[in-house]
C-alpha cells in the first residue's frame, strides 16, 4: 500500500497474473509491510477485532437462514427454532451473542490503547476518524441486532432509542416515522432494522478496509511514540506479527469461549424471554452493557433534547480528540500528569456504565439519603452520572488541550528501540519506559 | 494526451464554443441532480407507513369496561391509549393546578371532553422516549414512567422530569355515553 514493493514473482504464472492483476504482490506486500519492532500486546486487539467481525458476520449469515423477520414469528423463530431445533442453532447464537459483545471489549481496549499512546494524533487522524466511523457504524448495528429476538428489552429498548431523534425539533417527528414505518415499534420496525443488519457489517468490512489503508501510510504508532527512523526499527509483519497476533487471539478465543460454553446468559436480560409487548413497558429498561455509559450520560440531564445532544457530544468528543489535544508528545509513558488524568477517565467511564445499569433515583451509597437539588437526591445514581459525564466533557474540552500547553514531559527516547536496548544503570533515568 | 489536443482545437472555435460546452454541462448536470431526486424520493418514501398500517385508522371502546378510579390500556394504530376513569377528587386536584407553573402549561378542561371530565383519554407513551408510564405512581397521583422518572398529574400534564410535553391526546369522540370512537 505505501513504499516500494519487494515481491518477485517467481513462476511462470505468478509474472503472467502480476501483469494483469497483481493480487499476489498486493498480498505479500501486505504480509512484508514495515512494521515496529516494540509493539506490545495492546497492539494485538486489530488482529482480535477482524477476528470478531468475521466470527460476527459467518454466525450471523447462517442465523438469517433460520430467522424470521416478522413481528409475529421473529421470537418463536429465534428462541423455538434456533435455539432449540435447529442443529447447532443454539452454538451459532450464542456465538452471535457473546460474539457482539466481545467485539465491543476488543474495541474499547483497542480506542483505549489509541488514546493512552496518541495513536490520534498526527499524521494518523484520519485512520483515527475511520475508526470512530467503524465504532458508530458497530454500535447501529448492535443495536439493530439486538432488536431481531423481538423480546421485551428488544422491543422497549427499540422504542426509547427511536425515540431519542424524536428530541429534534421540527424534523424529530417525521424522521421516527420514518424509521418506524408506522405509529410505533411494530413489524415494519423490524423487517427494516433486519435488513440494516445485515447491511451495515459489510459497510464495517469496507471501512476496515479503508483504515487499514489509512495506517499503511504512514504505518503504526508504538508504544513509545517515537517515529520510525530507519529500517532497522521494523520487522515484516510476517511471521512476526501474525505470530504475535495470532497468540492472542488464542487467549481471546479462551475468554471468548468461556462465555459461549459457560455463562451464555450472563449479559443477557431476563426480560428479553418475554415475548414484545406493546402494552407492557419493562419496570427497568438497560441497553447492553457496552452501551450503558452514554445511557448515564442522556439520563444524567432533566431536559430530553440537551440529553440526546450530550450523548452524541459524548461520541462526537472522540471524533474531535486529534483536534482537542495540543500535546506533541505522542505516547502517555512520557506524559506522567496526562496518565493521571485518563486513568480518572476511565474510572469515570466505568462509574457511568454502573450508573446506567441502575435505577436513577437509586442511592450510591446504600442506606444514605441527603438534600435533594435538581430533581434528585445528591447521594443518588443520577448525581454520580451528572458528576461523570461532567469530568467526562471536562477531560476532553479543557484538561486535554490545556495540559499539553501546560505539562512538562519526561524526555522521550532518540530512537522507539533504546528503552529495550539500554544497559540498566546507564541510560535509565532519562529513557525509563 | 487526449486532452492537451482537444483543447487548441477547442479554443480555436473561439468563445461559442465555451459557451454551448458550459450549457451542456449545466443540462446534464441538472438533469442527473433531477434523476438522482427523483430515484431518491421512493427510496426514502416506502419507509413511511404503508397503507395497510394507515387503515387500521380508527377504534370503538366500551367505557364500562373501566372501573371508577381505574385505567385501562388499550392499542390504537399500534400505539398503547390511556383510558383513565377519573374520581371526583383526582379531576379536582387536576383543576386545581390549571395556573400552576408547568413545562407544557393546559387547563384541565382542555384535557378531555365537556361534560365528560371524568374520562382522560390520551396516548400512554411517554413524550421523553416512549415508554408506558406507570399508573398512580408519582407525587401528583397521576403516572410515573419507570424509564427516567418523568412524573405525569392526574389530567396527564408533565410536572417533574425529562419528558417535554403533556402526554398527546388523539382525536377521538363520543358515540354515546359509554361508548367512544378513537381516530
Given at each position: 500500500?505505501?513504499?516500494?514493493?519487494?515481491?518477485?514473482?517467481?513462476?511462470?504464472?505468478?509474472?503472467?497474473?502480476?501483469?494483469?492483476?497483481?493480487?499476489?504482490?498486493?498480498?505479500?506486500?501486505?504480509?512484508?509491510?514495515?512494521?515496529?519492532?516494540?509493539?506490545?500486546?495492546?497492539?494485538?486487539?486489530?488482529?482480535?477485532?477482524?477476528?470478531?467481525?468475521?466470527?460476527?458476520?459467518?454466525?450471523?449469515?447462517?442465523?438469517?437462514?433460520?430467522?424470521?423477520?416478522?413481528?409475529?414469528?421473529?421470537?418463536?423463530?429465534?428462541?423455538?427454532?434456533?435455539?432449540?431445533?435447529?442443529?447447532?442453532?443454539?452454538?451459532?447464537?450464542?456465538?452471535?451473542?457473546?460474539?457482539?459483545?466481545?467485539?465491543?471489549?476488543?474495541?474499547?481496549?483497542?480506542?483505549?490503547?489509541?488514546?493512552?499512546?496518541?495513536?490520534?494524533?498526527?499524521?494518523?487522524?484520519?485512520?483515527?476518524?475511520?475508526?470512530?466511523?467503524?465504532?458508530?457504524?458497530?454500535?447501529?448495528?448492535?443495536?439493530?441486532?439486538?432488536?431481531?429476538?423481538?423480546?421485551?428489552?428488544?422491543?422497549?429498548?427499540?422504542?426509547?432509542?427511536?425515540?431519542?431523534?424524536?428530541?429534534?425539533?421540527?424534523?424529530?417527528?417525521?424522521?421516527?416515522?420514518?424509521?418506524?414505518?408506522?405509529?410505533?415499534?411494530?413489524?415494519?420496525?423490524?423487517?427494516?432494522?433486519?435488513?440494516?443488519?445485515?447491511?451495515?457489517?459489510?459497510?464495517?468490512?469496507a471501512v476496515v478496509g479503508l483504515h487499514i489503508w489509512a495506517l499503511?501510510?504512514?504505518?503504526?504508532?508504538?508504544?513509545?511514540?517515537?517515529?520510525?527512523?530507519?529500517?532497522?526499527?521494523?520487522?515484516?509483519?510476517?511471521?512476526?506479527?501474525?505470530?504475535?497476533?495470532?497468540?492472542?487471539?488464542?487467549?481471546?478465543?479462551?475468554?471468548?469461549?468461556?462465555?459461549?460454553?459457560?455463562?451464555?446468559?450472563?449479559?443477557?436480560?431476563?426480560?428479553?424471554?418475554?415475548?414484545?409487548?406493546?402494552?407492557?413497558?419493562?419496570?427497568?429498561?438497560?441497553?447492553?452493557?457496552?452501551?450503558?455509559?452514554?445511557?448515564?450520560?442522556?439520563?444524567?440531564?432533566?431536559?430530553?433534547?440537551?440529553?440526546?445532544?450530550?450523548?452524541?457530544?459524548?461520541?462526537?468528543?472522540?471524533?474531535?480528540?486529534?483536534?482537542?489535544?495540543?500535546?506533541?508528545?505522542?505516547?502517555?509513558?512520557?506524559?506522567?500528569?496526562?496518565?493521571?488524568?485518563?486513568?480518572?477517565?476511565?474510572?469515570?467511564?466505568?462509574?457511568?456504565?454502573?450508573?446506567?445499569?441502575?435505577?436513577?433515583?437509586?442511592?450510591?451509597?446504600?442506606?444514605?439519603?441527603?438534600?435533594?437539588?435538581?430533581?434528585?437526591?445528591?447521594?443518588?445514581?443520577?448525581?454520580?452520572?451528572?458528576?461523570?459525564?461532567?469530568?467526562?466533557?471536562?477531560?476532553?474540552?479543557?484538561?486535554?488541550?490545556?495540559?499539553?500547553?501546560?505539562?512538562?514531559?519526561?524526555?522521550?527516547?532518540?530512537?522507539?528501540?533504546?528503552?529495550?536496548?539500554?544497559?540498566?544503570?546507564a541510560a535509565s533515568a532519562t529513557v525509563q519506559a | 494526451m487526449v486532452?492537451?489536443?482537444?483543447?487548441?482545437?477547442?479554443?480555436?472555435?473561439?468563445?461559442?464554443?465555451?459557451?454551448?460546452?458550459?450549457?451542456?454541462?449545466?443540462?446534464?448536470?441538472?438533469?442527473?441532480?433531477?434523476?438522482?431526486?427523483?430515484?431518491?424520493?421512493?427510496?426514502?418514501?416506502?419507509?413511511?407507513?404503508?397503507?395497510?398500517?394507515?387503515?387500521?385508522?380508527?377504534?370503538?371502546?366500551?367505557?364500562?369496561?373501566?372501573?371508577?378510579?381505574?385505567?385501562?390500556?388499550?392499542?390504537?394504530?399500534?400505539?398503547?391509549?390511556?383510558?383513565?376513569?377519573?374520581?371526583?377528587?383526582?379531576?379536582?386536584?387536576?383543576?386545581?393546578?390549571?395556573?400552576?407553573?408547568?413545562?407544557?402549561?393546559?387547563?384541565?378542561?382542555?384535557?378531555?371532553?365537556?361534560?365528560?371530565?371524568?374520562?382522560?383519554?390520551?396516548?400512554?407513551?411517554?413524550?421523553?422516549?416512549?415508554?408506558?408510564?406507570?399508573?398512580?405512581?408519582?407525587?401528583?397521583?397521576?403516572?410515573?414512567?419507570?424509564?427516567?422518572?418523568?412524573?405525569?398529574?392526574?389530567?396527564?400534564?408533565?410536572?417533574?422530569?425529562?419528558?417535554?410535553?403533556?402526554?398527546?391526546?388523539?382525536?377521538?369522540?363520543?358515540?354515546?355515553?359509554?361508548?367512544?370512537?378513537?381516530?
Amino acid at each position: 500500500m505505501s513504499g516500494p514493493s519487494t515481491y518477485e514473482p517467481n513462476t511462470a504464472i505468478e509474472r503472467w497474473l502480476d501483469t494483469r492483476l497483481p493480487i499476489v504482490r498486493f498480498s505479500a506486500d501486505l504480509m512484508a509491510f514495515p512494521t515496529p519492532r516494540n509493539l506490545n500486546y495492546w497492539w494485538t486487539f486489530g488482529g482480535i477485532l477482524a477476528f470478531c467481525l468475521g466470527v460476527q458476520i459467518v454466525t450471523g449469515i447462517v442465523l438469517a437462514m433460520h430467522y424470521d423477520a416478522s413481528g409475529a414469528g421473529a421470537f418463536i423463530s429465534v428462541e423455538q427454532n434456533i435455539m432449540r431445533d435447529v442443529n447447532y442453532g443454539w452454538l451459532i447464537r450464542d456465538l452471535h451473542a457473546t460474539g457482539a459483545s466481545m467485539f465491543f471489549l476488543a474495541v474499547y481496549i483497542h480506542i483505549l490503547r489509541g488514546i493512552y499512546y496518541g495513536s490520534f494524533k498526527p499524521p494518523r487522524e484520519v485512520l483515527w476518524l475511520l475508526g470512530c466511523v467503524i465504532y458508530v457504524l458497530m454500535m447501529a448495528t448492535a443495536f439493530m441486532g439486538y432488536v431481531l429476538p423481538w423480546g421485551q428489552m428488544s422491543f422497549w429498548g427499540a422504542k426509547v432509542i427511536t425515540s431519542l431523534l424524536g428530541a429534534f425539533p421540527v424534523v424529530g417527528k417525521a424522521i421516527t416515522t420514518l424509521l418506524w414505518g408506522g405509529f410505533s415499534v411494530d413489524s415494519p420496525t423490524l423487517n427494516r432494522f433486519f435488513s440494516l443488519h445485515y447491511l451495515l457489517p459489510f459497510v464495517i468490512a469496507a471501512v476496515v478496509g479503508l483504515h487499514i489503508w489509512a495506517l499503511h501510510v504512514p504505518g503504526n504508532n508504538n508504544p513509545t511514540g517515537v517515529n520510525v527512523k530507519s529500517k532497522t526499527d521494523t520487522v515484516p509483519f510476517h511471521p512476526y506479527y501474525t505470530v504475535k497476533d495470532g497468540f492472542a487471539v488464542s487467549l481471546f478465543m479462551i475468554l471468548f469461549a468461556v462465555f459461549v460454553f459457560f455463562l451464555p446468559e450472563a449479559l443477557a436480560k431476563a426480560d428479553n424471554y418475554i415475548p414484545a409487548n406493546p402494552l407492557q413497558t419493562p419496570p427497568h429498561i438497560v441497553p447492553e452493557w457496552y452501551l450503558l455509559p452514554f445511557y448515564a450520560i442522556l439520563r444524567a440531564i432533566p431536559d430530553k433534547l440537551s440529553g440526546v445532544l450530550a450523548l452524541a457530544g459524548a461520541i462526537g468528543m472522540l471524533f474531535a480528540l486529534p483536534w482537542l489535544d495540543t500535546s506533541k508528545v505522542r505516547s502517555m509513558r512520557y506524559r506522567p500528569t496526562a496518565r493521571i488524568f485518563f486513568l480518572v477517565w476511565i474510572v469515570a467511564v466505568m462509574a457511568l456504565g454502573w450508573c446506567g445499569s441502575q435505577e436513577p433515583q437509586g442511592a450510591v451509597i446504600p442506606g444514605v439519603t441527603g438534600p435533594t437539588l435538581i430533581d434528585y437526591d445528591i447521594n443518588s445514581v443520577t448525581w454520580l452520572s451528572r458528576i461523570a459525564s461532567l469530568y467526562y466533557f471536562t477531560y476532553f474540552l479543557i484538561i486535554t488541550p490545556l495540559l499539553g500547553l501546560r505539562e512538562t514531559p519526561l524526555p522521550a527516547p532518540d530512537s522507539l528501540y533504546t528503552p529495550v536496548l539500554a544497559a540498566p544503570p546507564a541510560a535509565s533515568a532519562t529513557v525509563q519506559a | 494526451m487526449v486532452d492537451s489536443l482537444a483543447q487548441p482545437a477547442d479554443e480555436a472555435a473561439g468563445p461559442e464554443a465555451h459557451s454551448r460546452r458550459d450549457f451542456i454541462h449545466i443540462v446534464a448536470t441538472a438533469a442527473a441532480i433531477g434523476g438522482v431526486a427523483a430515484v431518491a424520493w421512493p427510496l426514502i418514501d416506502q419507509l413511511n407507513p404503508a397503507a395497510d398500517t394507515l387503515a387500521l385508522a380508527s377504534l370503538e371502546f366500551d367505557l364500562t369496561k373501566v372501573a371508577l378510579g381505574q385505567e385501562v390500556v388499550i392499542l390504537w394504530r399500534k400505539q398503547p391509549v390511556f383510558v383513565r376513569h377519573r374520581t371526583p377528587k383526582e379531576i379536582a386536584a387536576a383543576v386545581a393546578d390549571d395556573h400552576a407553573s408547568m413545562k407544557d402549561p393546559a387547563t384541565d378542561a382542555s384535557r378531555t371532553k365537556p361534560g365528560h371530565e371524568q374520562w382522560l383519554i390520551c396516548l400512554a407513551s411517554c413524550t421523553h422516549l416512549g415508554c408506558i408510564p406507570t399508573f398512580a405512581q408519582g407525587q401528583y397521583g397521576g403516572w410515573l414512567c419507570p424509564c427516567h422518572g418523568s412524573v405525569y398529574d392526574t389530567a396527564a400534564r408533565i410536572r417533574k422530569g425529562p419528558a417535554p410535553k403533556n402526554l398527546y391526546l388523539m382525536p377521538y369522540t363520543f358515540l354515546s355515553d359509554t361508548k367512544i370512537k378513537i381516530g
